[in-house]
RNA sequence: GCCGCGGUGGCGGAAUGGCAGACGCAAUCGACUCAAAAUCGAUCGACCGCAAGGUCAUGAGAGUUCGACUCUCUCCCGCGGCACCA
């Protein structure tokens, strides 16, 4: 029995004096050795959570003694949710209560015996780290990466603040459980769906279990299809006002009068009066006298058209169908020849009545436009409520002969997405997502109130009633008609729950024949399911739509209305928000915070009790700001971002983790990353490593890392289990300390059994008897010491050094363990020399007995600096060896031969056997198989 | 529902086409001891047999093979992921 306490915190003290583990500034050949990034929680470690360190460690010093340099750092991801909570609880602020919790974790991880550069340790909550987090936010801003939106979004009603898709686990809020559910908000996001086919294509080079890579694979949802317009069944009467100086022989009509015309639509243009020198009221009045409008009446105005279509909508007594602006403007600035109308036409609208008087509203703009900006087209739209469509014209100003997208724009299509294109012909009916922007523009009026009642039930229902298990489809007909364009047949347009509107095109063609979900629906609500024949894939993309490729992934949600986490580095300033300027938001210009202004430091003087807003807003002193543009007061971002951002790149952090002048230096990046070796859990597949590869693959972009993916090899480590076979819990009373069990057994024997256990990547439940027996092994190493004296056992400890320097390698530190005992077992007596080596091979396992001995041995250098052993493979191989002898595949007799005998050596040695020859006795040998070293079989009649 | 991983003694597990159960725990017996602990030695899948030996056995069933825990198919059970993704 050795004292495991006394030495484990001697050694412990002596390497820390030493610097045994420093890290070397520049590596000359490097390993990059990684644990996940974790979150010091206030319960301190079980037993569970330092397996990964323990065979991270294991590596990372197998490796230095192998000859590398290797980075093997320690850092806190200590932002989050926790900290905050418990902070509302009591009142303590969550930085004190993290810098509790860091100390207590260090403290256990360094009882462990764990080889860490301290010295490279980080902390995200940190201002001297989330200085960098908000740097890089800056830089994703400023290349478009990082966007503003309003958009449904996953809201989780106990932490009052919105969550990722990824954060939302069965509709379930990820870390309280509470059902999350969908909000209208305005919120940051990160635009990884730019790289969704990057994320995809890198995975194939990886060193990672497969299972993790099909888990990212599916989470990115790729599939290829079809998009496909469906008219719009409807009979619009069209009403063309052609533009200043324009007639209707001019630009694109007479091409858009005769497509019309082949569609047996009917359309109706003038040439208005005095066009080069018009008025409003002549203008307006000719087309009011001249037309009729009624509920199926369309609009169409091309430049100063479609501001005097506007003027004529005003004066209707009657509701017409729509109204769309082609180049449109509301006010009279132009790029050729400024404020030309200024006065002959007044420049301002009654939208309110204008919006009262149509069913749809649509602007289409060109974004080469050189007459008018194509920032008047935004600002028409906006204030119509209305649909806007950006486009490239076929010649500036839509004034080409033929305009596709005018067409695209006044018929009004739905488009869908479909996999199987081929079933085309089987599409029966239609159906779109309630939140489809198109709903109120193809209802009919003797829908309308059912269509309404519908949106406003499902709006009520939270993501996880409308995938309930039940699955019971809903729906209601809008009254519209779209046609089929394969069949020609008119088919009815639905809006349902079951179709969603953020995958694809929000809207589905309907192929009950083919589908079953469809099939459900239809036999519910009576629809037709007729079998159509199928044509080919290429063929129903050539002849009825475009191939389109689809992904399940969306944007990435990183606001959150919460104090703890790094503030998001934006000002609004409203003085500087000049309507109309690119980046403009309700509430002013949105300015970034100049990179020389950062940190944007974490407020003090706050409360944490969320109310949905963020706590940052009620802090005085964090909103007394000034623009940085005007130096007018100024308004900052609320909110703070998601902790997936912190480590989403703090691997670059830990190379240069105390650089106060850039996030990491270039050359240090350079040279040690990327990761190597990477070991977490399997619960970060699409979060932490998915987010962490997007950060990698933009920061490539922005050139400022040369390489694409961050980790190269990645390892899963199984969870301990406690012991009774479920997940260890406070709640379950099934925690194992791993103070008591340091205290009882001693560090190594921790480590040892760990690794012990089973293999590396499965649940294993924890056994209190179980460590016994790597307790009794190393007081047994211990006791050898004493007994060993010389002895020609060179091949057994070959042997180990193979195996033991395989296993390691492959992460099978279980079978390594055992081939330690087995080797103790089976050498009683052994060399100097040999128990020299077998103390270095076991000092990764277990780093302080094995340094003990070896001083004891007189040794003044630390094992740890030692050189891995070599192997001589001929001497791993035995000379005699067992060789089985087989009648019919049944064993019969083992024999030893030298190792390489030949078939005929060995066939001779087993008909001699009495065994063998007793069962072969009157039989013929048909076959023989041998298997030089291993067995020769003989196959009878 | 779809996708993935797994199922081997009383227990954790080993063996990835070639002697199933390495290594360890637990258990039983023995040595040492006045005794206990520690340590050392032996036994340890089931069944038949005094023994030599034989038969069965890796969730169930089939198949491929001279030979299958290992490969293929069907089914059962457990765990994980996704979940109306068109």
Redesign the pocket.
């Known amino acids: ?1 050795y004292n495991s306490k006394d030495i484990e915190e001697k050694w412990q003290k002596q390497w820390d004096k030493d610097q045994l583990y420093k890290t070397p500034e520049h590596p000359k050949k490097k390993q990059y050795i990684l644990d996940m990034f974790p979150y010091p929680s206030g319960a301190g470690l079980h037993v569970g959570h330092p397996i990964g360190y323990i065979a991270t460690d294991i590596l990372s010093r197998f490796t230095r003694m192998s000859g590398y340099d290797v980075l093997h750092p320690m850092g806190w991801d200590a932002f989050g949710l926790p900290a905050e909570n418990y902070a509302i609880q009591s009142k303590v602020h969550p930085r004190i209560t993290t810098r509790q919790n860091t100390d207590r974790f260090r403290e256990q991880l360094k009882m462990i015996g764990l080889s860490y550069d301290w010295s490279h340790e980080i902390n995200a909550s940190d201002p001297e780290y989330y200085r960098w987090t908000q740097w890089l936010f800056l830089q994703f801003y400023k290349k478009g990466l990082a966007y503003k939106k309003e958009a449904y979004v996953n809201w989780c009603p106990k932490d009052q603040t919105v969550l990722a ?2 954060q939302v ?2 509709g379930k809020c990820e870390r309280c459980g509470t059902v999350v559910v969908q909000k209208l908000l305005s919120q940051w996001f990160f635009k990884i769906t730019d790289y969704a086919d990057r994320l995809l294509e890198g995975l194939e080079k990886l060193d990672w279990p ?2 993790i890579k ?2 990212q694979k ?2 990115i ?1 790729r ?1 290829e ?1 079809a998009e496909i317009d469906f008219l719009l069944e409807r009979k619009f009467k069209y009403v063309f006002l052609h533009g200043f100086d324009g007639s209707s022989k001019g630009s694109f009509w007479p091409w858009l009068i005769n497509e019309l015309e082949n569609k047996k639509i009917q359309s109706l243009i003038f040439d208005l009066p005095n066009t080069n020198n018009p008025t409003e009221e002549e203008q307006v009045g000719f087309v009011l006298r001249n037309a009729q409008f009624d509920e199926n009446t369309v609009i169409v105005g091309h430049s100063l058209g479609s501001v005097v279509g506007l003027k004529v909508i005003e004066k209707l007594r009657v509701k017409i169908a729509g109204y769309v602006a082609v180049g449109g403007f509301l006010e009279p600035k132009f790029k050729d020849h400024p404020r030309i109308f200024e006065n002959s036409f007044k420049w301002n609208f009654d939208f309110n009545k204008i919006k009262a008087n149509t069913g749809f509203r649509k602007v289409i703009s060109d974004l080469n436009d050189e007459v008018v900006p194509a920032e008047q087209g935004r600002l028409l739209a906006k204030d119509l409520s209305g649909d806007l469509v950006e486009t490239a014209a076929q010649k500036s100003h839509f004034q080409g002969r033929m305009e596709p997208a005018v067409m695209d724009a006044i018929l009004p299509s739905i488009k ?5 294109p081929d079933t085309l012909f089987g599409a029966t009916y239609m159906v779109l ?1 309630p939140e489809h922007p198109l709903v109120e523009q193809i209802t009919t009026p003797e829908q309308k109130n059912y269509v309404i009642n519908y949106v406003i039930e499902t709006k009520k229902k939270t993501e996880l009633q ?4 039940e ?3 809903t729906g209601v007909f809008t009254g519209a008609f779209t046609v089929n364009p394969a069949t020609k047949e008119k088919i009815p347009v639905w809006i349902a ?5 953020t ?2 095109t ?1 809207a ?2 309907a ?1 009950p024949a083919h ?1 079953q ?1 469809d099939r459900e629906f239809a036999e519910k609500y009576k629809l037709p399911i007729t079998d159509k024949p199928l044509l080919s894939v290429a063929e129903a993309i050539k002849k009825f739509g475009r191939a389109k490729v ?1 992904y ?1 992934l969306r944007d990435w949600l990183i606001s959150r209305q919460r104090y703890w986490g790094a503030p998001i580095p934006i000002i609004y300033c409203e003085n500087c928000g000049m309507s109309g300027e690119a980046g403009s938001a309700s509430g002013g210009q949105m300015i970034p915070v100049p990179e020389e202004d950062l940190p944007v430091l974490l407020p003090t003087d706050v409360d944490f009790l969320p109310t949905g807003e963020s706590p940052l807003a009620r802090s005085k002193k964090f909103n007394q700001v000034k623009c940085p543009k005007c130096n007018g007061p100024a308004r900052r971002d609320h909110d703070t971002m998601d902790t997936f951002v912190d480590s989403g790149w703090y691997f670059f952090r830990f190379t240069d983790p105390h650089n106060d002048k850039v996030f990491a230096d270039k050359k240090k990046v350079k040279e040690w990353l990327p990761v190597d070796t990477y070991v977490g859990g ?2 970060h ?2 979060l932490h490593l998915l987010y962490a590869r997007f950060f990698t693959k933009a920061l490539f972009d922005l050139k400022i890392v040369g390489f694409e993916e961050p980790f190269l090899k990645l390892r899963n480590q199984g969870n301990i289990l406690g012991p009774d076979g479920t997940k260890m819990s406070k709640s379950r009373g099934n925690i194992v300390n791993p103070d008591e069990v340091v205290d009882q057994y001693g560090a190594d024997s921790l480590r040892m059994y760990e690794m ?4 590396f990547e ?4 924890w ?1 209190t ?2 460590i ?3 307790k ?2 190393l ?2 190493v211990w006791r050898y010491q004493q007994v060993f004296e010389a002895g020609p056992d060179n091949k057994q400890i070959h042997k180990l050094v193979k195996k033991i320097t395989s296993d390691i390698e492959n992460f ?1 530190f ?2 390594a ?2 081939a330690f ?2 080797f103790l ?1 089976e050498n009683k007596i052994m060399s100097k020399e040999n128990w020299e080596t077998f103390l270095i091979l076991l000092a990764p396992f277990a780093p302080h007995i094995t340094e003990e001995l070896w001083q004891q041995l007189g040794h003044k250098e630390s094992i740890h600096k030692q050189v891995w052993p070599k192997f001589d493979e001929k001497l791993t191989k035995e000379k005699m060896v ?1 060789v ?1 002898v ?1 009648v ?5 007799a ?1 024999l030893q031969v030298p190792s390489g005998s030949d078939q005929t050596v060995v066939k001779k040695l087993a008909l001699a056997d009495a ?1 063998v020859k007793k ?1 072969l006795e009157g039989k013929e040998i048909v ?1 023989e ?1 041998f ?1 030089q070293d ?2 020769i ?1 003989f ?1 009878i009649k």
Do not use: C
Request: glycine share 8%; net charge positive.
């Open positions: 029995m898709n990824e686990i069965d497969k299972p099909l888990m599916n989470w949802g599939s299809g869908v997405f479909t996999t199987r997502a409308r995938t309930a298990l699955k019971i489809k729950d079951y179709v969603l509107a995958y694809g929000g589905i063609m192929v589908d979900r689809q399940k399997a619960d597949a699409v012990f256990m089973g293999p499965d649940a294993k439940p056994s008897t179980g016994v027996g790597v009794r092994f007081d047994k099978k279980n079978t363990v055992a005992m087995e077992n067992a089985v087989q019919l595949g049944r064993v019969r083992t065994k069962n076959r198989v298997v291993k067995l079989n196959v």
